[in-house]
């Protein structure tokens, strides 16, 4: 049989040379050439690429019956459809290391759309104006709960709108713990959390245990959790706002007034800053960083998961600034939290940063941002995961990351 000749094996063996440069150059080219990206992509991305390219050209090769004699026989029926067969099933490979390295889909259901769901519902109705929802102790210090409250806490769906921002986001989501369904609910502290990018509130009930940790610890802290909201600061899944007002959008506004505003005039929830924490992962661990440091009298405490140095469009500093305003360095400079912690001390803000072992970037951003922190007085602390720059890890840090949360919060 030809496949089995040399020739098939040589064609074979330069297809496969010549995919691995493609598969390289084109990744290369995706982050320096077409900036669409700000970090280079994972080596299994760049893995799996050559892989798909391979086959597809082998694939290609066959059906064409380019390596063959013209007076060959072509191969049978059987013969075709176990070679669709094996193609399918390299291609299929590909994906689930690709999604094994970022773990956005950690399970067969979550990639089905079996995960937790916010429904479209109001939440129960305030019970304490604002003006008395200023706790200065910790909540969990005076709370018995009730008999009767529900063993898990609720997922809803609501629009946050930009009144001030004029930034319009997706649905956010919000957790109600047990807790707030008692007949006379306690004034509950909150945490706001922000999803990577691409990527969508969701993200956090798809690709990670949140709701479930989050009912675990209400289970063993009398039905106590915080207030969790989880709002969308960029609008889709291909916009990038930095969490930054600038010429793409207000979306630091949003996050700093909008979105705190809704929370205070719809929820029961505990004015004191001291008593709200706001974290996420990737592009959310960079929006929470750049939240304390420009808004220290909202957010007092941050959970930052594999946070970015600075925001960023692009590998290319200069593309980001000419993207988001228009060639102004000086106003982008302006507003990251290096250039904000160097000026100004943070004596009340605490910090969590967190980073996967094998990612070298992220590990490095997570050094120079907590030497960064700890000179201008936060009181910062991180781990280590196993994993590199995923929702894996994300997953892994989250459990650590709430109890550090819980405490800030008067919740232990």
Not at 99 to 120: C, D, I, K, R
Not at 129 to 144: D, K, L
Request: glycine share 8%.
């Amino acid at each position: 049989m030809l496949r089995r000749s040399r020739r098939w094996w040589l064609f074979a063996a330069a297809a496969a040379a010549a995919s691995a440069l493609l598969s390289i150059a084109a990744c290369w080219a995706a982050i320096h050439v077409v900036y669409l990206f700000a970090e280079d992509l994972p080596a299994t991305v760049v893995i799996n690429l050559a892989l798909v390219l391979w086959v597809l050209t082998l694939g290609c090769a066959t059906a064409l019956g380019g390596l063959r004699w013209r007076r060959t026989p072509g191969p049978s029926p059987a013969r075709r459809m176990l070679a669709v067969v094996a193609t399918v099933a390299v291609l299929a490979t590909a994906g689930v290391q690709v999604n094994a390295y970022f773990g956005e889909y950690p399970t067969v259901g979550s990639l089905l759309g079996e995960q937790p769901v916010a429904s479209h519902r109001p939440p129960p109705a305030l019970q304490q104006p604002a003006r008395n929802r200023f706790m200065a102790s910790a909540v969990a210090a005076g709370w018995h709960a009730p008999s009767g409250l529900p063993q898990n806490g609720t997922l809803l769906a609501a629009q946050i709108p930009g009144t001030v921002s004029g930034f319009h986001g997706r649905d956010a989501v919000v957790y109600l713990p047990p807790a707030y369904y008692a007949p006379n609910r306690p004034v509950l502290p909150v945490l706001v959390l922000v999803s990577g990018q691409p990527g969508s509130p969701e993200s956090w009930l798809r690709s990670t245990k949140l709701s479930y940790d989050l009912d675990a610890f209400a289970a063993a802290h009398e039905g106590l959790a915080p207030i969790v909201v989880i709002p969308d600061p960029n609008g889709s899944n291909q916009n990038n706002t930095m969490c930054m007002d600038s010429k793409l959008a207000n979306a630091g506004t949003y996050m700093a007034q909008d979105v705190p505003a809704w929370i205070k005039s719809h929820l029961d929830a505990d004015t004191n800053p001291a008593h709200w924490a706001i974290g996420g992962f990737s592009y959310g661990g960079t929006c929470s960083v750049q939240m304390v440091t420009r808004h220290p009298d909202v957010y007092e405490s941050f959970m930052a998961i594999s946070p970015e140095r600075e925001p960023a469009l692009a590998a290319k500093r200069s593309v980001t600034v000419d993207r988001a305003f228009h060639g102004d360095g000086a106003a982008f400079v302006s507003q990251l939290p290096l250039t904000l912690m160097a000026k100004h001390d943070y004596p009340a803000i605490h910090g969590w940063f967190a980073a996967g072992s094998q990612d070298a970037t992220y590990s490095a951003n997570v050094r120079v941002l907590m030497k960064a922190g700890e000179k201008a007085g936060m009181s910062v602390e991180s781990q280590s995961f196993p994993g590199g720059h995923s929702w894996a890890v994300a997953n892994k840090a989250l459990k650590p990351g709430l109890n550090f949360v819980y405490g800030r919060l008067g919740l232990i």
